[in-house]
């Protein structure tokens, strides 16, 4: 085994192998592979050995699309067989909520690529024998699903990798990882050491396990997963003599199963309500090639459905019940990238799905080792979504709800129950006393809506139970003032001598004066869109930052690589160290007015002015500046001041009939604005131009900020896409993004976000166009529900488009 190697990969299941093969073919051949037994020991070998395209996120599925396609290359390349079967399948509907669904995954398909076409149970029955049309309402057909050996498949990217050059040590155990003082890592094996500059931590099963060898905790959690396989079945030889293929895949999502031939019988899987984790708390390092014991009882009522829902296997025996265990991320996706505080650990784990996403895991995280960039969007498997907050029991209870829900239905209006609540602000038993209606971004709590008495979300593809009461939030805002719970956006603080020319080089926009606030975009390398803040200049205190509250680590990650080595500069994420409340309306510069002894007209607290001031009692940091595009402030306070603030402000917004209102009405108040926000319309795939954010772009500064070249290429070329806000003749349900833009009888764009303006009393969708046809205001139409329906771009703001009222 060698002693020193630019990287070594830990694990060797289909993702460890995959990212060695990927690291090899972009030109790192100084790799090694280290696997405590044979390569597939983990989840790997049991696995059903499913692949498919669908993914709730469409960048997933852009990377779920290439590890399908890459399956013919690494074999030729490897000359070992993978056993790919591109069957197809059906996708199935047994209810018109979950046909709605599915109508909105073929509407992403189109400008994914992926070929999907909505099709009768009848003719679902003719491409999948084995099914009872009289059991569904609908289907959809997927020319690229399919199955593989997982065996040949993890063989075939290690002895491709090994042919690029990369090396695979077997039975050897890491036992431990120690960082030098020089920043290489030591990884220890029960075989010697190994000094590398990178590690990856493949290790499935055992990531958790390998993470605590660096002092991280890793939230995966295994959970035991039962599928069957039956006698040959004669309806099965009748379909392979008549029509020379194979059975194709079937999903049944109501009945929470899938299916698939395996030889002369069939495959059936589930994810049952009755799930159970497997080794919670540490996995055995002796666990092998073995399985656990099969609980039939548990799956009996999924079984009980799929022996309904496709009656031929009322009539076979099960030949055998396979049960191991999978590791899940608490929203089911993978953990993928660099860790904060660890340069040059990555990880790469919680890929339940392997044949599905370990192409694209590998290539994304070759790519971001190599490149310093992932080359494309995947927030969705980030490790860095989750936060401390993210510990075992937290990921326990959110693993196990996921793995009950894994065919389940999720709403766009629907809030999951498990781990929660877990943060709260000090003034949440006050808003659910006025009724509010909660969700969770970043583990905190966040008021969605506020419900009278007895009324309650009913979850829903069309508009629902909140619509009615989330007007009149709005209207609470547009004609007088609203107050909202705002501290789950991200606060920063940066201080120190080299403050002002760091902030200058990470950020591309002019640094504001002091007392003043400005909008600051942040780009990549590249020149795309690595985050949006509101930068503070508070003078003598240094600067602050309030950015995406979901985006929290990944920006602190981005900072802290980026920080100079002098320890001129400090950045503190503030989190839960500062609440917020935002005041906003015509009357809300009266309120302030009425609990404030500062001065707070126009002229002397200007739009984006920042000053310190007391709420009643409770010393705040005040900003001029809303985005609800009106007259408002953002207000942060200590938390032991928040409920005093709120106090005061609802007791001086009496005269003025304040009301509450929460994230829905924020995003109907933003729509009108034509404003974007981070994780939808501004992400790292997109340039300030293309974004429209391009006006907050200080090209001409004399900084040289991060971006800057790539920016200023962009400008001058024109980039590709255009940002623009459409009015969408939509009659009872609304836009939530990802679904398709047509134009000239094609689909040419895609939607980012969306909803009602209550205001406005219009229906809203904000999405990419390519720039030729982005200056054109009529001909487009927007599929939603399986429906076109005509929309116009809205070029200026539907509210106050002369800034009038946000500036007065």
């Known amino acids: 085994m060698k002693s020193h190697a630019k990287v070594v990969v830990i694990g060797g299941g289909v993702v460890g192998c995959s990212v060695l093969f990927h690291l090899a073919r972009h030109g790192w051949t100084d790799v090694v592979l280290l696997e405590r037994d044979e390569l597939t020991s983990g989840s790997t070998w049991h696995a059903a050995g499913g692949m498919h395209t669908i993914n709730g996120d469409p960048n997933v599925a852009k990377l779920q699309k290439y590890t399908i396609n890459l399956y013919k290359e690494i074999e030729e390349l490897s000359g070992q067989a993978t056993g790919v079967h591109l069957t197809g399948g059906v996708l199935l509907a047994a209810t018109e909520a979950r046909l709605d669904w599915l109508r909105g995954v073929v509407a992403k398909g189109r400008y994914l690529g992926i070929d999907l076409e909505e099709i009768s149970p009848k003719e679902a029955a003719e491409l999948m024998p084995l099914l009872d049309p009289k059991q569904f309402v609908g289907a959809v057909r997927n020319k690229e699903d399919g199955h593989l050996d997982p065996s040949g498949v993890t063989h075939a990217y290690a002895k491709a990798a090994r042919k690029l050059g990369a090396e695979v040590e077997r039975f ?88 698939r031939q395996e030889r002369g019988g069939m495959l059936m899987g589930t994810y049952e309500k009755a799930n159970k984790p497997w080794s919670e708390f540490q996995t055995p390092w002796n666990f092998g090639h073995e399985l656990l014991e099969p609980d039939i009882d548990r799956i009996a009522p999924s079984l009980e459905v799929g022996f309904r829902h496709f009656p031929a296997f009322q009539n076979t025996g099960i030949k055998q019940i396979i049960n191991g265990p999978f590791t899940f991320a608490p929203d089911g996706n993978p953990l993928v990238g660099p860790v904060r505080g660890l340069p040059g650990f990555w990880v790469a784990c919680g890929v339940m799905a392997g044949f599905s996403q370990g192409g694209g895991v590998g290539l994304a995280l070759s790519n971001w080792m190599i490149e310093g960039d992932p080359g494309a969007d995947i927030w969705a498997m980030d490790v860095a979504r989750y936060g401390d907050w993210a510990g075992m029991a937290y990921t326990n209870a959110k693993v196990r709800e996921n793995y009950s ?175 917020g409340l935002a005041i906003a309306g015509p009357k809300a510069r009266e309120v302030l007015a009425k609990v404030s002894r500062a001065d707070v007209s126009n002229a002397a607290f200007p739009f984006m002015a920042v000053a310190r001031m007391d709420i009643g009692m409770a010393p705040c940091l005040v900003g001029r500046v809303s985005y609800t595009g009106d007259l408002g402030y953002e207000i942060w306070v200590a938390p032991e001041y928040q409920r005093a603030a709120y106090q005061a402000l609802m007791a001086a917004g009496e005269e003025f009939g304040i009301g509450l209102f929460g994230s829905r009405a924020l995003n109907a108040l933003r729509l009108e604005k034509n404003y974007g926000s981070w994780g939808r319309e501004y992400r790292p795939i997109y340039g300030p131009l293309e974004a429209g954010l391009d006006r907050f772009v200080a090209y001409g500064k004399d900084a040289d900020f991060i971006g800057k070249t790539a920016a200023l290429a962009e400008r001058r070329e024109g980039g590709k896409l255009r940002l623009r806000a459409f009015i969408v003749d939509a009659v009872d349900a609304d836009v939530i993004g990802d679904e398709p833009i047509w134009f000239g009888g094609a689909v040419r764009g895609w939607v980012t976000s969306g909803g009602y303006a209550h205001h406005s009393k219009k229906s809203v969708a904000v999405g990419y166009v390519p720039k030729e046809i982005a200056e054109e205001s009529d001909g487009f139409e927007i599929e939603l529900l399986g429906r076109r329906h005509a929309a116009r771009i809205q070029a200026a703001p539907l509210f106050d488009a002369n800034f009038e009222r946000m500036r007065g």
């Not at 993470?211 to 295994?222: S, Y």
């Not at 780009?523 to 985050?531: C, N, S, T």
């Open 405 to 579: 829900r894994r065919f389940s239905i999720r709403f766009p209006n629907e809030e999951l129950p498990a781990g929660r609540p877990l943060k709260t602000t000090p003034v949440y038993d006050l808003l659910s006393a006025r009724g509010a209606q909660w969700g969770v971004a970043y583990g905190l709590e966040v008021p969605l809506w506020y419900a009278p008495a007895g009324v309650r979300d009913e979850f829903s593809w069309r508009r629902s139970s909140d619509f009615s009461h989330v007007a009149k939030e709005v209207a609470a805002v547009r004609d007088g003032v609203g107050l909202s719970e705002i501290s789950s956006f991200a606060k920063y603080k940066v201080t120190g001598e080299g403050a002002a020319a760091w902030l200058d080089r990470m950020l591309a926009c002019r640094l504001p004066k002091s007392g003043r606030m400005t909008l600051a975009p942040m780009l990549k390398e590249d020149g795309k869109l690595i985050g949006d803040f509101t930068l503070a200049n508070l003078g003598p205190e240094g600067w602050f930052l309030a950015g995406s509250g979901i985006a929290e680590q990944y920006h602190m990650r981005w900072f802290e690589a980026h920080l100079p080595g002098d320890g001129s500069v400090h950045i503190e994420a503030l989190g839960a160290k500062l609440s």
């Open 172 to 259: 050897t155990k890491v036992e431990d990882i120690v960082r030098r003082p020089d920043g290489l890592w030591r990884v220890i094996t029960n075989k010697g050491e190994v000094v590398a500059e990178h590690v990856v931590n493949a290790g499935g099963l055992w990531a958790r396990e390998v993470g605590r060898m660096v002092g991280l905790e890793l939230p995966v959690l295994a959970m035991e997963h039962m599928y069957l396989i039956t006698e040959d079945m004669p309806e099965v030889a009748a379909w392979n003599a008549r029509t020379g293929e194979e059975i194709m895949h079937a999903v049944d999502f109501d009945g929470e199963l899938y299916l």
